[in-house]
């Protein structure tokens, strides 16, 4: 690891401190750079060095590669990890840094740019022979895209070519309103992506979501850490994962693993990345898209394999070769990620706002939070609403839901409305406990998920604010205690 | 002395009253016998009729957020005297369409006076990257519209009014 002698963190929230933690059990020196309003966040409090950024809006200031350049100049980083989001799977990044002399702990500029069209991307992997849906691509002719699209068969899927994460996506069911929505989704994709080309797939009626963790180094060597499944998702983002998937049978999980990485051999991937299929609930799978970057849930597979896998990043980046084979890689246990966000799952997941108040996380055998926030900090809509990741580790899925499930019941929020409560009943729902799940169960079950309070909650909820309303109880005091009795009397 | 307690688009009205020293709160047409003792900072026990919960509370100058049985709950205090005297409640029949969270104008739809019916599009906004439809309420005239294509709004920024209906 000597050619990495300091690493700039280019993020924020959790997977800064997530980030950081790995440099500095390495004994590496790291640099978390921040926003303004970020100068509370526990990455900046734990970083040895910080180095402050300015932007046009927060965002905007991490997203300003001329930033990253100068903090690696001033601080004499020679690294830098992008985190995910961000710049992390932006290619003319990872030049700008190249010709800077600066290592990007990534894969190369080729590569991000190859894999990071969903176009190309597909297009490259059809012709070596893995599997894709039935698709249409605008730019092979824009004149016929309506038409092509109508071809692939509804219902069809449109999303932006350069998109992600779920921006400017929409499913059309059938033909009526296809040019317009065809419209809709080139606008989204040219304010999101400044891109406005779409792409259309067919749109596989309840699919499964399921990702395979790959790697690769700089000599050769190709692995996969197994898979993830991702099928819970609000608004296509992921907010629950696990590993492994309950609806993988062994030689299914071994043909699709072996796909991910046949699919990083071909392209000489190095680092950490994932490749993302969708799952048909017929058993067949389909090459989804791959993320050139460490994924938001790495921590699961993390949890049932035992690799640090920033750590593994980092000797990729420095030019090592990995110094274990795939058979090296087992997976043990069951582990549940749990994405924390502030918002209100019973308000149509509008972000929520405020102040943390309170704050105390759960603790116990197998569990893991990866927070990037701490009381007494402010929430906005200046970032994503991603408050933190709770992971759990057991010995078998059951015994994991479960412990998931008190750790949520456990984990503290005050002041800002969470999804916490709203993930234990998701994590309760029977069909989520026999694995029977897909992209769009949140959707379907809504009205299942809704919270409810019981005559005796409520009893207790309304019994605690009047208690700890100061101004309430003093102004009851004030009553001499002769009348009040006779008060009570009257009742 | 009332309260008014909200959670989420439910209201409670209660009634503290102390009475030889102990709490009691009426809730509609029943009345608790309550106490709270503070464990550690901002940890309570909560008694109801001789039952017990533990409860983890933070209170700033609108809600109280209570922790408790393993989930929080957010309640918004209202005193009823200031409610009066704050004339925030009727306001005719006329409707406001209120920004449910902050975002962007990406078309506007209808102008002031247009005769609308319920369902139609008024305004086409953007919020977390995702685009949604104001549409109308009900049936009426458009009475304001606050915004242009292009603009950003806070949340609970009046977007669209439609005139108050006559009786």
């Known amino acids: 690891m000597q050619k990495i002698k300091k690493v700039l963190i280019a993020n924020r929230g959790e997977i800064a401190l997530r980030i950081l933690r790995t440099l500095k059990a390495a004994g590496i020196p790291g640099v978390v750079m921040y926003h303004r309003v970020d100068r509370g966040a526990p990455a900046v409090r734990e970083a040895e060095e910080t180095y402050l950024i300015e932007g046009e809006t927060p965002v905007a200031a991490y997203l300003d590669i001329e930033n990253i350049l100068a903090a690696c100049r001033t601080t004499g980083a020679n690294a830098v990890h992008p985190g995910y989001g961000f710049l992390a799977e932006n290619a003319p990044f990872a030049k700008a840094l190249a010709e800077a002399d600066v290592i990007f702990i990534g894969p190369t500029a080729d590569v991000i740019e190859l894999m990071g069209d969903k176009v190309s991307a597909r297009k490259f ?16 002719d824009p004149a016929t895209f309506v038409e092509r699209v109508a071809k692939v068969g509804f219902p069809v899927l449109i999303k932006p070519a350069a998109g992600g994460g779920g921006k400017g996506m929409r499913v059309v069911y059938d033909g009526a309103n296809l040019a317009e929505e065809v419209e809709r ?4 994709g040219e304010r999101y992506f400044a891109d406005g080309r779409l792409f259309a797939e067919r749109f596989i009626e309840n699919p499964r979501h399921i990702e395979v963790q790959v790697f690769g180094d700089q000599h050769g060597n190709y692995v996969h850490f197994w898979e993830r499944e991702c099928s819970i998702q609000r608004r296509f983002q992921k907010i629950i994962e696990e590993t492994p998937s309950p609806a993988l049978s062994p030689e299914q999980r ?3 693993c072996t796909a991910a990485v046949g699919i990083a051999e071909a392209v000489g991937y190095q680092g950490a990345g994932t490749v993302e299929f969708i799952y048909a609930p017929t058993g067949e799978f389909y090459f989804l898209e791959m993320n050139t970057r460490l994924q938001v849930e790495h921590p699961v597979t993390e949890m049932v394999t035992g690799y640090d896998l920033v750590y593994e ?8 070769a ?16 749990c994405r924390i966000c502030a918002e209100d799952a019973d308000a149509d997941f509008a972000p929520a706002i405020g102040k943390l108040l309170k704050v105390r996380e759960p603790v116990g055998p197998g569990i893991r939070v990866d927070s990037g926030v701490i009381e007494g900090q402010d929430v906005t809509t200046a970032f994503d609403p991603m408050l933190s990741k709770l992971i759990v580790y057991a010995r078998d899925r059951q015994q994991c839901i479960t412990r998931t499930q008190q750790a949520l019941r456990d984990y503290v929020l005050l002041g800002v409305t969470t999804n916490t409560a709203y993930l234990d009943k998701i994590l309760s729902h029977s069909d989520f406990i026999s694995g029977d799940v897909h992209t769009g169960f949140l959707a379907e079950q809504a009205d299942v998920l809704k919270q409810n309070l019981s005559q005796d909650t409520l009893d207790f909820l309304l019994s605690a604010a009047a208690l700890t309303d100061e101004q309430l109880c003093n102004a009851v005091a004030e009553i001499p205690e002769l009348y009040a009795a006779m008060g009570h009397w009257r009742n | 002395m009332k309260r008014e307690f909200v959670i989420g688009s439910e209201s409670y009205d209660v009634l503290l009253n102390k009475a030889l020293g102990e709490y009691h709160l009426d809730v509609g047409d029943r009345q608790l016998a309550i106490q709270a003792e503070e464990i550690g900072s901002g940890e309570y026990f909560i ?5 017990k919960q533990r409860a983890f509370v933070a209170v700033d100058d609108e809600n109280t957020y209570i922790h408790m049985e393993g989930k929080a709950v957010t309640i918004q205090r209202i005193d009823p005297f200031e409610k009066i005297m704050g004339g925030d409640g009727a306001d005719g029949s006329g409707s406001s369409l209120l920004a449910p969270m902050p975002g962007t104008v990406i078309s506007v739809n209808c102008e002031p006076g247009q005769q609308v019916s319920e369902g139609d599009v008024l305004m086409v906004i953007e919020s977390m990257k995702l685009e949604t439809t104001v549409a109308a309420p009900r049936e009426g005239i458009v009475e304001q519209v606050n915004f242009s294509a292009g603009d950003t709004f806070d949340q609970k920024a009046l977007l669209v009014s439609l005139q108050a209906e006559e009786e």
């Open chain 1, 125 to 140: 992997v059809e012709a070596r022979g893995f599997p894709v849906a039935p698709s249409a691509i605008e730019e092979d």
């Open chain 1, 185 to 188: 989704g080139r606008r989204e």
């Open chain 1, 254 to 256: 071994q043909e699709i």
């Open chain 1, 313 to 320: 990043q980092l000797r990729v980046a420095a030019g090592e």
């Open chain 1, 322 to 337: 990995l110094n274990y084979t795939q058979a090296d890689i087992t997976q043990t246990g069951h582990s549940i990620e």
């Open chain 2, 47 to 51: 008694y109801v009729d001789g039952r």
